[in-house]
């Protein structure tokens, strides 16, 4: 016969078990006095920036592993600053050119900056700090340690050392300051040379090319730079073909003048060689009132660019890719305006893929066409869309980055794998237009002689027909070196993030509530770029925060994103056919 | 007070007294691809990348050396095994084709030349060698014409299940420099 159990005895076996099981997991969870000690160990080793405790820190995963479990949040803010300073060392330990100080600058100045991880382990905002960290972990040679000084914008490198006045004020400066300060002086000389009667021979474009304040110019005032360059070229050039009366009208004139006056002179003249030059100079000047897009033809060719630009993407792998997207979940608007300095743009704000109005005016200044023959040419139109359709695959990819992360409620950072995705696509469109398409070929074959815009298109398709598998490395190193990977950028806003919450736990409970009810929430959050994310992460809803944090720790869902159209770039360039595009013999339009 | 600095920025030079580093000889260590698929010298100081999660995905193995950039551009040495599974190209004679000519199948013009192919030995194998010249723009996206020519130097060694390549990369100003590093790696190359 069965005996049961008596409750007292029922209750003291569950109580043992209960104690054995809360004993078995506090075992697994706790760490050691030992651990405890390496770990504080660390924490003040890499709070001082100490590398090797970094790296020794990172490959210790038994520990590591531990903190992310029982304290999520300090392994989170303790890898941050590890990493940060293992890829400060590794950047300074490379080997740098001397004469390539303004790129280690450029290096430096998204690493050494407000609200960056390197700031709370000692390294910035203060440039100077880095000479401190520099000093006390690596002993550089005096070669490389003058690269750094002139990397940080030193004062007196900047200035010399004959006078300390400004120190001060420049020495709070971060590097990012200095070098946007140096590119606004370098812009105000540039302009000054452009506004003013200009000299165009051989030494004065020499002086131009070789004056030293103009390396600290951006990108926009590069690009400023690299034109007035060549409308001197240009200038030169065309003097061959001008009489001495001819020549004499440019001078005193500023460049653009100059051009002006070129233009005229060629336009239609019957001077040996005329044509060609007219074209450069064509592609290089103003435009004339007359080659304008009046507001009212921006809008007549805005609506018929985009029914143009659809139709001529058809039938292409990556055209037909984005079109599906318009079909099913996007919305296609297009635009006309002025994009500052780039060709096209997706705008999120607006949802529109802006094209660059002056990008459309060199076009038609070359091919000799107004606005009034676009909007009543379907000719002219069908070309003009065949001009831009790769630049039109490029944003519309972008377009589709922006809805894929709006659709599943996800922050997503500007990043290299971005480009490197609208890039692929781009360039597999136009590969497979110039193997089908005579006279998209036709036309890009001719117009890259004028146009970089064409001369690049080209050059990037051939970047990636040559190795789909090195395309993503090319992007990386060259084309966009200075926009951060997806593993950086959200390392960077993790850490803001991190730390905004650790400030937050500190604070009472009626100043929490406050930040709760009057903060920015999650939508405003999602639009931010990782600059202002990191910027005013102390002006965000607690909610807001973690729920950017909880995005941005799901990395899979990124990368599987990035991969999957990687994937599909690469076989739908293997199922284009074998066959090489040919050189069209359709004859120049 | 940032006026003054205005005003010292626009007299300021940075000319620094010229500095001649020392020349370093470039020493070496063996490296050894899993599988005994390759062995090969690479230069000490230059970092050595492998992409394990994308070679499984691609059926490429290899690494990248790189060493320090120069004009903007990397200095990159490829060792690779493109296996015959690979997802790139089709075999060896795709992967010259593609990069021994231009997008039309010429030889270039201009700033983007090719040069001949030519049978050659690589530390006994019989290789395929040319080399390329193309003007790379830094920012295909903006009106910047900012560039620099690059130089490509490859050695195809066809073999039974797929084939290696030795690529070398370098903007044009210091591929001399660093072709000799090159040569190292090539002429130390060994297959299974």
Request: glycine share 4%.
């Given at each position: 016969?069965?005996?049961?159990?008596?409750?007292?005895?029922?209750?003291?076996?569950t109580?043992?078990?209960?104690?054995?099981?809360?004993?078995s997991?506090?075992?697994?969870?706790?760490?050691?006095?030992e651990?405890?000690?390496?770990?504080?160990?660390?924490?003040?080793?890499?709070?001082?920036?100490?590398?090797?405790?970094?790296?020794?820190?990172?490959?210790?995963?038994?520990?590591?592993?531990?903190?992310?479990?029982?304290?999520?949040?300090r392994?989170?803010?303790?890898?941050?600053?590890?990493?940060?300073?293992?890829?400060?060392?590794?950047?300074?330990?490379?080997?740098?050119?001397?004469?390539?100080?303004?790129?280690?600058?450029?290096?430096?100045?998204?690493r050494?900056?407000?609200?960056?991880?390197?700031?709370?382990v000692?390294?910035?905002?203060?440039?100077?700090?880095?000479?401190?960290?520099?000093?006390?972990?690596?002993?550089?040679?005096?070669?490389?340690?003058?690269?750094?000084?002139?990397?940080?914008?030193q004062?007196?490198v900047?200035?010399?050392?004959?006078?300390?006045?400004?120190?001060?004020?420049?020495?709070?400066?971060?590097?990012?300051?200095?070098?946007?300060?140096?590119?606004?002086?370098?812009?105000?000389?540039?302009?000054?040379?452009?506004?003013?009667?200009?000299?165009?021979?051989?030494?004065?474009?020499?002086?131009?090319k070789n004056?030293?304040?103009?390396?600290?110019l951006?990108?926009?005032?590069?690009?400023?730079?690299?034109?007035?360059?060549?409308?001197?070229?240009?200038?030169?050039?065309?003097?061959?073909?001008?009489?001495?009366?001819?020549?004499?009208?440019?001078?005193?004139?500023?460049?653009?003048?100059?051009?002006?006056?070129?233009?005229?002179?060629?336009?239609?003249?019957?001077?040996?060689?005329?044509?060609?030059?007219?074209?450069?100079?064509?592609?290089?000047?103003?435009?004339?009132?007359?080659?304008?897009?009046?507001?009212?033809?921006?809008?007549?060719?805005?609506?018929?660019?985009?029914?143009?630009?659809?139709r001529?993407?058809?039938?292409?792998?990556a055209?037909?890719r984005a079109?599906?997207?318009?079909?099913?979940r996007?919305?296609?608007?297009?635009?006309?305006?002025?994009?500052?300095?780039?060709y096209?743009?997706?705008?999120?704000?607006?949802?529109?893929?802006?094209f660059?109005?002056?990008?459309?005016?060199?076009?038609?200044?070359?091919?000799?066409?107004?606005?009034?023959?676009?909007?009543?040419?379907?000719?002219?139109?069908?070309?003009?869309?065949?001009?831009?359709?790769?630049?039109?695959?490029?944003?519309?990819?972008?377009?589709?980055?922006?809805?894929?992360?709006?659709k599943?409620?996800?922050?997503?950072?500007?990043?290299?794998?971005?480009?490197?995705?609208?890039n692929?696509?781009?360039?597999?469109?136009?590969?497979?237009?110039?193997?089908?398409?005579?006279?998209?070929?036709?036309?890009?074959?001719?117009?890259?002689?004028?146009?970089?815009?064409?001369?690049?298109?080209?050059?990037?398709?051939?970047?990636?027909?040559?190795?789909?598998?090195?395309?993503?490395?090319?992007?990386?190193?060259?084309?966009?070196?200075?926009?951060?990977?997806?593993?950086?950028?959200?390392?960077?806003?993790?850490?803001?993030?991190?730390?905004?919450?650790?400030?937050?736990?500190?604070?009472?409970?009626?100043?929490?509530?406050?930040?709760?009810s009057?903060?920015?929430?999650?939508?405003?959050?999602?639009?931010?770029?990782?600059?202002?994310?990191t910027?005013?992460?102390?002006?965000?809803?607690?909610?807001?925060?973690?729920?950017?944090?909880?995005?941005?720790?799901?990395?899979?869902l990124?990368?599987?994103?990035?991969?999957?159209?990687?994937?599909?770039?690469?076989?739908?360039?293997?199922?284009?056919?074998?066959?090489?595009?040919?050189?069209?013999?359709?004859?120049?339009? | 007070?940032?006026?003054?600095?205005?005003?010292?920025?626009?007299?300021?030079?940075?000319?620094g007294?010229?500095?001649?580093?020392?020349?370093?000889?470039?020493?070496?260590?063996?490296?050894?691809?899993?599988?005994?698929?390759?062995?090969?010298?690479?230069?000490?100081?230059?970092?050595?990348?492998?992409?394990?999660?994308?070679?499984?995905?691609?059926?490429?193995?290899g690494?990248?050396?790189?060493?320090?950039?120069?004009?903007?551009?990397?200095?990159?040495?490829?060792?690779?095994?493109?296996?015959?599974?690979?997802?790139?190209?089709?075999?060896?004679?795709?992967?010259?084709e593609?990069?021994?000519?231009?997008?039309?199948?010429?030889?270039?013009?201009?700033?983007?030349?090719?040069?001949?192919?030519?049978?050659?030995?690589?530390?006994?194998?019989?290789?395929?060698?040319?080399?390329?010249?193309?003007?790379?723009?830094?920012?295909?996206?903006?009106?910047?014409?900012?560039?620099?020519?690059?130089?490509?130097?490859?050695?195809?060694?066809?073999?039974?299940?797929?084939?290696?390549?030795?690529?070398?990369?370098?903007?044009?100003?210091?591929?001399?420099?660093?072709?000799?590093?090159?040569?190292?790696?090539?002429?130390?190359?060994?297959?299974?």
């Open positions: 016969m069965k005996q049961r159990l008596s409750d007292k005895t029922f209750a003291a076996i109580a043992l078990l209960l104690a054995a099981c809360s004993a997991i506090l075992f697994a969870q706790v760490m050691s006095p651990e405890l000690k390496i770990l504080a160990e660390y924490e003040a080793e890499i709070s001082s920036a100490n590398p090797s405790a970094a790296k020794k820190f990172l490959e210790d995963l038994n520990l590591v592993d531990k903190v992310k479990i029982l304290e999520p949040d392994a989170a803010a303790l890898v941050s600053k590890a990493q940060a300073v293992i890829d400060l060392e590794t950047l300074l330990d490379k080997k740098w050119n001397k004469s390539h100080d303004h790129e280690l600058s450029l290096a430096l100045s998204i050494i900056d407000f609200d960056k991880p390197l700031g709370s000692g390294i910035g905002p203060e440039p100077e700090t880095l000479l401190d960290w520099t000093d006390k972990y690596k002993k550089y040679g005096d070669a490389k340690n003058t690269l750094i000084k002139r990397g940080i914008r004062f007196e900047v200035f010399g050392t004959d006078t300390v006045d400004g120190k001060v004020e420049w020495e709070k400066l971060t590097i990012r300051e200095r070098n946007t300060m140096l590119a606004e002086k370098a812009d105000m000389a540039l302009n000054t040379l452009i506004d003013k009667p200009s000299p165009t021979d051989k030494n004065f474009q020499d002086k131009v004056y030293e304040l103009f390396k600290y951006d990108s926009a005032g590069r690009a400023r730079l690299e034109k007035y360059l060549k409308q001197m070229k240009t200038v030169e050039s065309s003097k061959k073909s001008l009489s001495t009366p001819q020549i004499q009208q440019l001078d005193g004139l500023a460049i653009e003048q100059q051009m002006y006056v070129l233009g005229n002179i060629f336009d239609n003249s019957r001077i040996k060689g005329g044509a060609v030059i007219e074209l450069r100079i064509d592609a290089l000047r103003q435009s004339r009132p007359g080659e304008t897009i009046s507001y009212q033809n921006n809008q007549l060719l805005s609506g018929l660019l985009q029914t143009a630009l659809a001529e993407i058809k039938g292409t792998k055209g037909d079109l599906k997207f318009y079909q099913s996007g919305k296609l608007n297009v635009a006309i305006e002025s994009c500052r300095g780039c096209a743009k997706y705008e999120p704000s607006s949802n529109r893929i802006i660059d109005s002056e990008l459309i005016q060199q076009y038609m200044r070359v091919k000799e066409i107004t606005a009034e023959d676009l909007v009543k040419n379907k000719n002219q139109l069908g070309l003009l869309a065949k001009y831009l359709s790769p630049m039109f695959v490029h944003e519309a990819n972008h377009q589709m980055q922006h809805e894929w992360a709006a599943r409620n996800v922050y997503k950072p500007y990043t290299q794998e971005d480009e490197i995705e609208a692929s696509m781009e360039a597999l469109y136009t590969i497979e237009k110039l193997k089908n398409d005579a006279k998209f070929s036709a036309l890009f074959t001719n117009m890259k002689k004028f146009s970089t815009y064409a001369d690049k298109r080209l050059k990037l398709a051939k970047r990636f027909e040559k190795n789909p598998s090195l395309f993503p490395d090319a992007a990386r190193q060259m084309y966009y070196y200075g926009i951060p990977s997806f593993e950086s950028a959200s390392s960077e806003i993790l850490k803001a993030i991190n730390e905004e919450l650790k400030r937050r736990k500190s604070l009472s409970k009626e100043e929490q509530d406050r930040m709760e009057s903060g920015l929430g999650s939508a405003d959050a999602m639009k931010m770029t990782i600059r202002e994310l910027g005013s992460a102390n002006e965000l809803k607690t909610s807001a925060l973690m729920k950017i944090r909880d995005d941005l720790l799901h990395k899979e990124y990368a599987e994103h990035y991969r999957n159209s990687t994937d599909w770039s690469v076989d739908a360039l293997n199922s284009i056919s074998a066959s090489r595009p040919s050189k069209s013999r359709v004859p120049v339009l | 007070m940032l006026f003054k600095l205005l005003i010292l920025l626009s007299i300021a030079t940075l000319a007294p010229p500095i001649k580093p020392p020349v370093q000889k470039e020493g070496f260590k063996k490296f050894a691809m899993d599988n005994k698929l390759f062995t090969c010298l690479a230069p000490e100081k230059w970092e050595i990348a492998r992409n394990k999660e994308k070679e499984s995905k691609e059926k490429i193995y690494i990248e050396l790189a060493g320090p950039r120069a004009d903007k551009a990397p200095v990159v040495i490829y060792v690779t095994f493109y296996s015959k599974q690979n997802k790139i190209f089709k075999d060896h004679n795709d992967f010259i593609r990069n021994s000519k231009d997008l039309f199948g010429g030889k270039g013009d201009g700033d983007e030349r090719y040069g001949p192919v030519k049978n050659t030995l690589v530390n006994k194998l019989k290789a395929f060698h040319f080399e390329s010249e193309t003007k790379e723009y830094l920012h295909p996206e903006s009106a910047s014409e900012e560039s620099v020519v690059v130089k490509e130097k490859f050695y195809v060694i066809p073999v039974k299940n797929g084939f290696y390549v030795l690529h070398y990369f370098a903007p044009k100003s210091v591929f001399l420099k660093h072709l000799p590093v090159f040569y190292k790696v090539a002429s130390s190359f060994k297959t299974r």
